[in-house]
């Protein structure tokens, strides 16, 4: 497992944007994919985007285009930067880390919030 913090949350209108940081206590390569989670009062949480080992991305459909997801391995660090955001994007956003091995979502950050308003 990893220690994950998360940065960079907070109150933004609607087309506005955002970028969320996850700082890893030790190396992300050594993790199968890195990723951004959210979850908003009442709804199940949703994988939002995700980095593989090899820098490959997905997107869950609501954000693509919107969002991007990126890493910067030698800092250990995780971006998810959030483009034309919406009230519906509205959320808790969680760092997390799928184990290589067991290939699960093993390690949580705290979270930090977006809140989108009109």
């Known amino acids: 497992q990893v220690q994950l913090v998360e940065s960079g949350g907070g109150l933004v209108q609607a087309g506005g944007s955002l970028r969320l940081s996850c700082a890893a206590s030790r190396s992300i390569f050594n993790f199968n994919r890195m990723g951004w989670y959210r979850q908003a009062p009442g709804l199940q949480r949703e994988l939002v985007a995700v980095?593989?080992?090899?820098?490959?991305?997905e997107y869950t459909d609501s954000v693509k285009g919107r969002f991007t997801i990126s890493r910067d391995v030698a800092k250990n660090t995780v971006s998810l930067q959030m483009n034309s955001l919406k009230q519906e994007d509205t959320a808790v956003y969680l760092c997390?880390?799928?184990?290589?091995?067991?290939?699960?979502?093993?390690?949580w950050g705290q979270g930090t919030q977006v809140t989108v308003s009109s």
């Open positions: 980095i593989g080992r090899w820098g490959t991305t």
């Open positions: 997390a880390a799928e184990d290589l091995r067991k290939g699960i979502w093993d390690s």
